[in-house]
């Protein structure tokens, strides 16, 4: 009896001893757990910014596609916007990474922090354009024609009843872009970014472990997202009250 | 107070209007009848411009609303519009519905503004239903609210545009009850519907086109019982009185 449990137990308390030492040495060691806090907060500086810029961008270009549709004004400036969801759409975000920084960029000493947020809010930018634009398409005409009918200006109508309800329709596929967006900063390190994926990088390289750093990094993403996917739960919560019937 | 002048509307290369001459007196409740495809809601749609006509003139209250330098949105204003789908925002309780346009224009603040809606609310019965959000009422009480919606505005012409097509028949009932009531309150009301028992009550003058034209013009009584042209009398024959 004893020899069974000792079998088991043995293996236990040594993966155990293991594990600890591991953990030890991979995050508290040398404060390693540092990289990893500091990672943690470049990733979301520049998700944070970088999702502001995409928002901006894309409300920005879904207006002026759709007020082309809706009115055949802003020719010209359309055909630049479509340009734009065209190529950045095109390409890989990690090349729009590259020519921002290393193209772009390459003359002057930009922070590379702040290049990262610059290519990912214009990457960004293109998605949630496409996303506001299929927001707004889903709204019925004749709340436009009611709108400018009480006296409201395109715009005003705009704002006061297409894009509330717009905005309502589009909230999961924007948290869903938000979301891949976040996790698509992990490629940041591309430019020496100290971001929350080149921080488990940075530790391993120290430690020659794979497998705690990694697995810290994908825990952390993981919290985050489920974070964000919660907020977002409650506000369309929120915003769904007039479903009700 | 409404004036068109040789007034034409194309689609593409499929002309709706073809040159409408019209005169819209105040006090006047002018009903717009006619075979489905006949312009009857274009011609309706150019007098805010919901439609911007090719060619022709759109007079209202002494000033050419389709010429450049006219301010749309300040006409609006004062022309009230009803939908056949109603289109009221699904976003907005009932009382927010009603008071949107008369807040943000700035036309009232805020509190009379309510007081105002609740005033029109209770005068069509549907004062308990402030707070309720569309989605919660039936097609009936919709449109009394879109109406309503309408006069919070205080316009000076209502514009109807087939009111009732879209809801059931025990609906349609109470919205062309609350239309009545205002065509007795003198409002100016132009209104396109196939309802021929309100055209012939409420109606001062009922117009009939076809094919983009205005055909026969009269009184209800002379219109309905003794019409001349040959597709006002096709038309008439087909439609159950």
Request: proline share 3%; with cysteine.
């Amino acid at each position: 009896m004893e020899s069974i449990i000792n079998g088991i137990s043995q293996p236990l308390s040594n993966w155990w001893a293991g594990f600890r030492e591991d953990f030890i040495n991979n995050f508290i060691t040398d404060n390693r757990w540092l990289f990893l806090w500091r990672g943690l907060l470049c990733t979301l500086q520049i998700t944070f910014f970088a999702a502001i810029i995409g928002i901006v961008i894309g409300f920005f270009v879904a207006l002026v596609r759709t007020t082309n549709i809706y009115t055949g004004k802003l020719r010209f400036l359309n055909g630049i916007c479509k340009l734009y969801t065209t190529v950045i759409r095109g390409t890989p975000v990690v090349t729009q990474l590259l020519i921002i920084y290393y193209v772009i960029f390459a003359t002057v000493n930009i922070e590379k922090t702040l290049a990262a947020i610059v290519a990912f809010g214009i990457n960004s930018g293109a998605y949630v354009a496409e996303i506001v634009r299929s927001g707004i398409m889903s709204i019925d005409r004749g709340q436009i024609e009611a709108g400018r009918s009480l006296g409201f200006s395109y715009v005003k109508t705009m704002w006061y009843i297409v894009m509330p309800q717009a905005f309502k329709n589009i909230l999961p596929a924007l948290a869903n872009e938000f979301i891949a967006l976040l996790k698509e900063t992990s490629v940041s390190g591309y430019i020496a970014t100290q971001d929350l994926a080149k921080a488990g990088d940075i530790i391993q390289s120290r430690t020659y472990s794979a497998y705690m750093p990694l697995i810290a990094v994908a825990l952390i993403y993981l919290v985050l997202v489920v974070g964000l996917t919660a907020c977002v739960n409650r506000l369309e919560r929120r915003l769904g009250r007039s479903d009700n019937r | 107070m409404i004036t068109v002048k040789n007034l034409y509307k194309k689609f593409d290369n499929l002309e709706v209007l073809r040159g409408i001459n019209e005169t819209i007196e105040r006090g006047e409740k002018v009903v717009i009848i006619g075979p489905s495809g006949s312009g009857k809601s274009t011609f309706l749609r150019c007098l805010n411009l919901l439609e911007m006509p090719t060619s022709g003139e759109v007079w209202f209250e002494g000033q050419q609303i389709n010429a450049p330098g006219c301010d749309i949105n300040l006409v609006r204003r004062k022309m009230g519009m009803v939908f056949q789908h109603f289109n009221l925002f699904p976003h907005l309780t009932i009382l927010e519905n009603i008071t949107l346009a008369p807040i943000k224009l700035k036309i009232m603040d805020k509190a009379s503004a309510i007081e105002k809606a609740r005033k029109l609310l209770s005068r069509i019965g549907l004062a308990d239903k402030e707070n309720a959000y569309p989605a919660q009422l039936s097609g009936g009480q919709k449109q009394r609210i879109a109406i309503v919606r309408s006069l919070a505005m205080s316009p000076d012409v209502m514009l109807f545009d087939e009111p009732t097509s879209a809801l059931d028949p025990e609906m349609v009932g109470e919205v062309l009850d609350v239309m009545r009531e205002l065509a007795e309150e003198g409002m100016t009301m132009v209104v396109v519907t196939h309802e021929m028992g309100f055209a012939r009550e409420v109606a001062t003058r009922v117009l009939f086109m076809d094919n983009g034209q205005i055909v026969e013009q009269n009184t209800p009584r002379e219109f309905f019982t003794s019409p001349k042209n040959p597709r006002t009398i096709e038309f008439l024959a087909k439609v159950i009185i």
